[in-house]
């Protein structure tokens, strides 16, 4: 990663990533099943409520005028952190991030910590910067902690192991559970209920041994200091309780004003990402209480980037993402790719365009165009993210980038060839001829020099051999 995380370095680039995961017919299979599933719940609960999109006006409306107002709503936070027993920490990247966790963590004198499923830990790479420390963390999600076990990588927002069928998972357990702690029960089968059995006993141990836990955040409410994670297995609620010193990072961008503004976004949010229409467990803490719960609690903000994109007037709707993952579950290329190819802890259209502000463009340069610009992603957005409109605007940028001259000559020859009756004939026949002889099939593979960009990842078809031009001079003549 650099030092912002987000992105792995030494990734191949998105069309070189999407080429390879395209063949692999099993990885397709599972991720085709698991987002029609996904797709459809959505669809169920959200065609319940009369006023879905009202609430998604609402929503957009209350991210806009957070992101206005920043800076006064995070300030007013780390206010009511600090009355309620906490302590905020600020972050401007993610070195700083790992480096205040593992402080924090080396002064409780555990080694090791239990995690709940957070993008924004994983976003600065935190796992590997405590095991330089020598500091070991135990993922307590079932997705995560296959992850984790495969020595893997994330691939979903919501699910990450979606690349993953259970039988895979079967196998993975058995072969590394041991290594991690308790071993897989002998006999295990790839029934899910077996496999969830498995992860339940292999981190109860954890759960019940833990000092110190971190987590992230969904939302943060500014005027109290309240602090929320939603999720579905339980695993959040025994970190977030059990342990002595809990750790929070979270986003900047994940602080609301009042606790009447998660009104709207709890309707929103389990609908979007697991089809649910509320989350089996949401799980809000203020500060610390003596006798109950961790008695220390430590809030990371996290910049990382964040500032940046917010001075960007097309780009900073990405920040009011609240992570559900609907984009991805209705995107065309992220259903055939998976979110590996993105090369980013953000796959799918969210990816697209919220790792490179974070990153820069010229880092990431190439996931703008990960994407057929259809709109589905927008439809499903429960927070009207304009995903289309960032991803022109980000192309833009890195067209802008690149250098001109060639580009320049090009289009003034074409200016000139354009204008010219006489020359387009010529240009037309020359194209016909040498489409002719490049062709098989009717399409041509691949286009010679500099034009090989566009035919890198679609055939082109063979010029006709005959232009309009030539049939409707032909045509009119015949018919005067």
Not at 156 to 168: K, Y
Not at 272 to 284: A, K, L, V
Request: net charge negative; charged share 25%; with cysteine.
């Amino acid at each position: 990663m650099n030092d912002r995380g987000v992105v792995w370095l030494g990734s191949p680039s998105f069309p070189d990533a999407a080429r390879e995961a395209l063949g692999n017919t099993q990885l397709r299979a599972n991720l085709k099943r698991a987002t029609t599933t996904i797709r459809d719940k959505r669809l169920a609960v959200a065609s319940e409520l009369d006023d879905w999109e009202q609430l998604r006006d609402a929503a957009a409306a209350i991210k806009k005028r957070t992101s206005r107002h920043l800076d006064r709503y995070l300030v007013q936070l780390e206010t009511a952190v600090t009355a309620a027993g906490g302590t905020v920490h600020w972050a401007s990247d993610a070195v700083e991030a790992n480096r205040i966790v593992t402080e924090l963590v080396q002064a409780t004198g555990e080694p090791e910590v239990v995690k709940i499923k957070s993008m924004a830990t994983q976003e600065i790479g935190l796992n590997e910067a405590l095991a330089e420390a020598g500091i070991t963390a135990y993922e307590t999600d079932l997705a995560e902690l296959i992850v984790q076990l495969g020595d893997d990588r994330p691939s979903h927002i919501l699910v990450p192991a979606i690349h993953r069928n259970r039988t895979e998972v079967r196998d993975l357990f058995v072969a590394e559970m041991g290594h991690w702690g308790r071993p897989a029960p002998d006999g295990l089968t790839d029934s899910p209920a077996e496999l969830a059995d498995a992860a339940r006993l292999h981190l109860r141990q954890k759960f019940l041994t833990a000092k110190v836990a971190v987590s992230g955040a969904n939302f943060a409410v500014a005027d109290t200091g309240t602090v929320m994670v939603v999720e579905s297995e339980g695993n959040g609620r025994m970190c977030l309780t059990l342990p002595e010193t809990l750790i929070t990072v979270m986003g900047i961008e994940k602080v609301v004003p009042t606790w009447r503004d998660l009104e709207v976004f709890l309707q929103l949010l389990p609908r979007s990402s697991t089809g649910e229409r509320m989350n089996p467990y949401t799980s809000t803490w203020t500060g610390t209480t003596d006798g109950d719960g961790p008695q220390e609690f430590h809030l990371v903000l996290l910049d990382n980037g964040r500032t940046d994109t917010l001075a960007d007037e097309v780009g900073r709707q990405v920040l009011g993402c609240i992570r559900c993952s609907a984009c991805l579950n209705v995107c065309p290329v992220y259903e055939r790719t998976g979110g590996h190819a993105y090369g980013s802890v953000y796959p799918g259209p969210i990816g697209a365009v919220l790792t490179p502000q974070l990153v820069g463009v010229e880092n990431a340069a190439t996931l703008p165009f990960a994407s057929t610009l259809c709109g589905a992603c927008y439809d499903a957005c429960p927070v009207k993210i304009n995903i289309p409109e960032v991803l022109a605007h980000l192309r833009a940028k890195v067209v802008e980038s690149k250098p001109k001259r060639a580009e320049a000559l090009a289009m003034k020859a074409a200016a000139t060839v354009l204008d010219s009756p006489r020359l387009l004939s010529a240009a037309q026949k020359a194209a016909a001829i040498g489409g002719r002889a490049l062709a098989r099939d009717g399409r041509i593979g691949r286009l010679p020099g500099p034009l090989h960009g566009w035919s890198d990842t679609r055939d082109t078809p063979a010029p006709p051999a005959e232009s309009f031009r030539t049939w409707w001079r032909k045509n009119r003549d015949e018919e005067a």
